[in-house]
């Protein structure tokens, strides 16, 4: 007899965006365990504003992106810079984590991009990789246990509506029948 092993759902999606390929690359490749995540790649704001939008988001998925702040445009020059990308994706949903990766001369944005809504924002040096799997599970972590906490919740509020249907019906029951 063979046995059938549903494969776990994935739900949490990464998105990578940099104008460097070789260092998303680099960054891809340093994410523990990537099979437990769907991962995307982008190299322009605009593609990766333009894949969010077709997205139908659920209540249960994480999104988290790590976005770069520079982008370069050999033609035209008028892509998206990080914080315009940061301010799109919080439009398009306000649950996604942003994390800004800073340059040496970006460091002055950081408390900014917080503002903006980024989750944080982390410098783009040897640590980085360390750094970015921290944030991954902490990001998981925090997302699970507000999900738990919101079920447990809605479990409390039913049990409570439960409680005051029962007494509802004792009282109606106590108030008519039991004088017969």
């Known amino acids: ?10 739900d949490t999606n990464i998105y990578l965006v940099d104008h460097d390929p070789a260092f998303i690359l680099t960054v891809n490749k340093s994410i523990d365990n990537t099979e437990k995540y ?11 504003i333009a894949h969010l939008k077709g997205l139908k988001f659920k209540n249960n998925d994480i999104h988290i992106v790590f976005l770069g702040y520079k982008y370069f445009d050999e033609g035209s020059n008028t892509l998206m810079n990080g914080i ?9 949903n ?3 984590e942003v994390v800004m990766l800073t340059g040496p001369d ?12 980024a989750y944080t924002f ?4 040897e640590n980085i990789h360390l750094r970015i799997n921290n944030i991954i599970m902490g990001i998981i ?12 919740i809605i479990s409390l509020k039913i049990i409570i509506g439960y409680i005051l249907l029962f007494v509802v ?6 108030i008519f029948f039991y004088k017969l």
């Open 1 to 10: 007899m063979k046995k059938f092993k549903l494969k776990p759902k994935i």
């Open 38 to 48: 769907n991962i995307r790649t982008f190299n322009s704001g605009e593609k990766f």
């Open 84 to 92: 315009e990308i940061l301010e799109a994706t919080k439009v398009v």
């Open 94 to 96: 306000k649950d996604i």
């Open 106 to 117: 970006e460091g002055s944005y950081g408390s900014y991009v917080m503002k903006c809504g």
């Open 122 to 125: 982390i410098p783009k040096n």
């Open 141 to 152: 972590s925090q997302k699970r246990l507000t999900q738990k906490r919101r079920r447990f």
């Open 169 to 174: 019906i004792w009282v109606i029951y106590k």
